[in-house]
């Protein structure tokens, strides 16, 4: 594995893995964008201030102790009232756009279009006029995991109404802001908030209580269903005088065969069907990919159900489905290598024991402080030639990468570390494998509350200081790398 070569020789022989890595000298390209993201919930704070309605994740943490540190988001960054900091920072960096998303449940409290809230309007509207007068792109985020409470309480993701709940919401998104946004991303990492959120409701509840295997495939059709319908919607009444661009945000580690054996090989390709296939082979090809389907037919015939547990499309489904994308946006933070999972047989339903593929990391592949994310970039390089080979060569956006560090390193020398591999695994896929990469986005912009682990870890390139009420924001030494990186466009002249 080279990604394994190049972590261990340099960890051994110099304790600096960047200096024995080559580094590029390539420039990126004119065309190329760089910028910063984060979430409203992650960020934003006043969680039932103006107007704002509960969701999900404001009833979850207060209800439930998951969150590692016992923290909350109730304050976060406090960006509800210190965006003009966020803009700064975002200015200083030089980014040209930034990725945040909209609170559905801050625009619409109840969900529905019965009301609307005046201040959450407002507050989007200032944001995105700032960016914009910064000469800032604003790139919009429709839904990042903050499903309004009374969706929730519907069955949230799992009720098939949600496909119109959320038209009608991002309906109003076009409406409200479509004239100053060109890049729209209706849903993030739908295989995290699908398959792997779900863990937590197993670890409280129990597996008998949670219907896994069932509302893994039933939230991820719903899914696709929304983000198809909203893409039409988007095409037949706004494209032609707004002009913007949509996708939807997928998240995969890149699997790669722990061996040569042709188990692991075919390991490998099982849990890239299930991870990103579930998704992206629907709006390439229109339908599933096939060892999911059979998979999962398979298994819910043998377990007893009447009915596979991955829902089809109608034949209308799939001409919405296919194609319903202007570029592929990822989310990439790490890779796995995959074997074989044969101790796992089909006794229980559930989308692990469906693909029945284990994963490890390779313990050559320097850490973070979050136990899932190891330093691989090959993976990644790899990743972005396994789409364009297999999904038609299509536009690809990075809309989210970025490295987890501990509480308070201003000196981040290993976000940095990251960083530089990471972006020179994208220029050797850009020039040399001819990866149509146009747009790449640090996550994130500032430390923020990361979910189940509260602020115990850190991705920001910026320091926020939870500890004071202004919730001061310092430039990390990575903030002075990706300045100069965008500013130089280049990964050797720092
Ligand atoms: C992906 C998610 O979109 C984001 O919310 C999260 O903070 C980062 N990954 C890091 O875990």
């Known amino acids: 594995m080279q990604c394994k070569w190049i972590v261990t020789g340099c960890l051994t022989l110099l304790f600096n893995w960047t200096s024995c890595q080559e580094i590029s000298n390539l420039t990126f390209p004119d065309s190329f964008l760089f910028g910063a993201a984060s979430s409203a919930y992650q960020i934003e704070g006043a969680w039932n201030e103006s107007g704002k309605g509960p969701s999900k994740w404001d009833f979850i943490i207060h209800a439930v102790p998951i969150v590692v540190d016992g923290s909350n988001a109730e ?26 998303s909209i609170a559905w449940p801050r625009l619409l409290p109840r969900g529905f279009l019965n009301e609307i809230n005046p201040d959450g309007v407002q507050y ?34 799992n009720n098939a109404n949600i496909v119109e709940y959320f038209t009608d919401y991002a309906d109003l ?48 059709h719903n899914v696709l269903r ?19 661009r949509i996708s939807i945000v997928l998240n995969t580690d890149f699997s790669m065969p722990a061996s040569d054996s042709e188990a692991d090989v075919n390991a490998a390709q099982t849990k890239r069907d299930f991870d990103l296939g579930w998704f992206l082979h629907p709006l390439v090809y229109g339908d599933y990919p096939q060892r999911m389907i059979d998979n999962i037919g398979n298994h819910s015939s043998a377990q007893g159900y009447p009915f596979s547990r991955l829902p089809s499309f109608t034949v209308k489904e799939k001409k919405d489905i296919i194609g319903a994308y202007d570029f592929i946006a990822i989310n990439h933070y790490t890779s796995e290598l995959t074997v074989p999972n044969n101790s796992s047989g089909i006794t229980v339903s559930s989308y692990d024991d469906d693909h029945n593929i284990a994963t490890f990391k390779d313990p050559s592949w320097a850490g973070s402080a979050a136990s899932w994310l190891k330093v691989c970039p090959q993976g990644f390089r790899e990743m972005l030639v396994y789409l364009k080979n297999h999904y038609k060569n299509p536009e690809i956006v990075i809309t989210e990468q970025g490295y987890a560090d501990e509480p308070n390193t201003l000196n981040d020398m290993e976000r940095i570390n990251y960083y530089r591999l990471y972006l020179n695994d994208a220029l050797k896929a850009i020039y040399e494998d001819g990866v149509k990469l146009t747009a ?36 990390k030494e990575s903030a002075r790398f990706y300045k100069n990186v965008i500013s130089t466009r280049k990964l050797t002249d720092l």
């Open 75 to 100: 304050v976060a960054c406090d960006s509800y009232h210190r965006y003009n900091e966020d803009i700064a920072a975002l200015k200083e960096l030089g980014v040209n756009y930034y990725r945040f």
């Open 124 to 157: 989007y509207n200032n944001l995105i006029d700032g960016l914009l007068a910064e000469g800032i792109e604003p790139w919009v985020t429709i839904f990042h995991a903050d499903t309004p409470f009374p969706i929730y309480y519907l069955g949230d993701w």
């Open 173 to 220: 998104l076009f409406q409200l802001f479509g004239d100053r946004i060109k890049t729209w991303l209706t849903i993030n990492e739908p295989l995290m908030y699908c398959a792997t959120f779900i863990k937590n409701a197993v670890r409280f509840l129990g597996q008998v209580s949670v219907p896994t295997g069932v509302t893994e495939y039933l939230c991820g």
């Open 226 to 244: 929304a983000h198809a319908k909203t893409y039409r919607l988007y095409e037949e009444k706004y494209k032609s005088s707004q002009k913007g």
């Open 440 to 475: 790449y986005t640090a996550w994130s912009l500032l430390d923020s509350f990361e979910w189940d682990s509260g602020y115990s870890i850190r991705f920001g390139l910026y320091h926020v200081d939870f500890e004071d009420g202004r919730r001061t924001r310092t430039p």
